[in-house]
């Protein structure tokens, strides 16, 4: 089936560091990509997305590039903010079916 | 704020005991989703409704079921609750014409379920 693989945390940086979350996937066909955050307490939101391959996404200063022959969705930022404190997950649609799958997520941490 | 709600925010019931919790959908959304997540995990399908019926369901026992009304609003009920049900219980709606998503799934900000 269907699943989605994400680095393990917590990513602990100081800001204004520069960010890497790893994501890879395993699907059948060609899944749209999503990146979603949450927020101490709350619940997820949407921060960008990738239908097609090499589609990058973008939000916020947040990016990620849809690579299909490494099948991976990588989220990186240039320069992380403390608020950017929170747990960010991966996640994957099948075309045609609205489920998504998400990954465990990974906690970053940005300190002063 | 994404304009789906979700009630109550908090909840703790007793093992075998039966949760109703609750989604109101965002304007002009007409698919409800149900994903539960489990501390530090990332959330698991359970089922979507779609114009009132079940359109697709995760690999949940039947003691979890739902309801979505006219109003597109939904229900989540779990039966005979036992502890590993403890997870936060998140919503999320979003449009379908047929099979073709016109939005992307907006999530409330979930029901915590405590059980004991």
Redesign the interface.
Known sequence: GNSVTQMEGPVTLSEEAFLTINCTYTATGYPSLFWYVQYPGEGLQLLLKATKADDKGSNKGFEATYRKETTSFHLEKGSVQVSDSAVYFCALKDPGFQKLVFGTGTRLLVSP | E?G?T?SPTHLIKTRGQQVTLRCSSQSGHN?V?W?QQAL??????IF?YYREEE??R?NFPPRFSGLQFPNYSSELNVNALELDDSALY?C?S?S?TG?V?NT???????TRLTVV
């Open positions: 994404t789906v979700q698919t989703s994903y530090g995990q990332g959330p698991q399908f979507q359109n697709g995760g998140l999320a979003s379908l099979t998503p992307e799934a907006f999530f409330g900000q979930g």
